[in-house]
């Protein structure tokens, strides 16, 4: 569970990125975050991942205070938060399999473990023929379906994906989501900041969205626009 009370972030530059904002996530729900560029969407996912701290407020990540978190506690939190972003941000030099394994033995995982997990995961988002291949050799489709590999594999309870359709043609972005509702199905969390209309309309889960740093709309099968916003 994600629960965000009357928390405000202000940067330095004295930009008001988010302003009160209160909001609960509750395991396995699918939400989209949506809004135009500078609504706060992206610092709304970084405080979530404890990247960002909040400048008010308080939030809890499965009933602990990230901001009474100790430094050494961080980690263990961002074990449970499986992140997709936009770009991919895979090792170029490393193939698909080691770059899923990555995630893996940076926290210490068994090489059996890894072995036995990273083909599971990579069965997972249909891409077990590709595990020798590097991701330059890749579609921008496969490579993203290599990073919610990753984000998958340490089996968090929560993923969440900035923009992740992004650089993607309309027919591989459907393919991406159908993957995340998969994910979701199986009783993760799934949390997407995204501009994509089409897809948010179609499939109409949870939408927030967000206006100048406020949440200005909270529905139950929701849709990208509403006219009364």
């Known amino acids: 569970m994600i629960s965000f009370f009357n928390v405000s972030k202000v940067y330095p530059n004295g930009v008001k990125a988010l ?16 809004g135009p560029s500078g609504a706060g969407k992206s610092t709304l996912i970084k405080l979530i991942f404890r990247e960002e701290m909040p400048t008010k407020g ?11 978190m100790r430094r050494r506690d961080v980690p263990h939190l961002r074990r449970q938060i499986g992140m997709v972003f936009q770009d991919f941000r895979l090792l170029p030099d490393r193939t698909i399999y080691e770059n899923v394994a990555f995630a893996m033995q940076v926290v210490g995982a068994r090489r059996s473990e890894i072995k036995k997990r990273v083909p599971e995961v990579l069965k997972m988002v249909g891409l077990a023929n590709r595990m020798d291949n590097y991701p330059p050799q890749l579609s921008g489709g496969e490579q993203q379906r290599t990073a919610i590999a990753r984000a998958l594999v340490n089996k968090p309870s929560t993923i969440i994906a900035d923009e992740p359709t992004g650089n993607l043609d309309i027919n591989t972005s459907w393919d991406i989501m159908e993957c995340f509702q998969k994910i979701n199905d199986d009783g993760t969390t799934v949390i997407i900041a995204t501009h994509a209309k089409e897809i948010v309309d179609s499939m109409r889960q949870r939408v927030i969205a967000l206006e100048n740093g406020k949440i200005v709309r909270d529905e139950n099968r929701g849709v990208y626009e509403n006219a009364l916003t």
């Open 58 to 68: 308080q939030i809890y990540i499965n009933g602990r205070s990230i901001l009474r």
């Open 19 to 34: 302003q009160g904002v209160s909001l609960q996530i509750e395991q396995g729900e699918f939400v989209f975050i949506v």
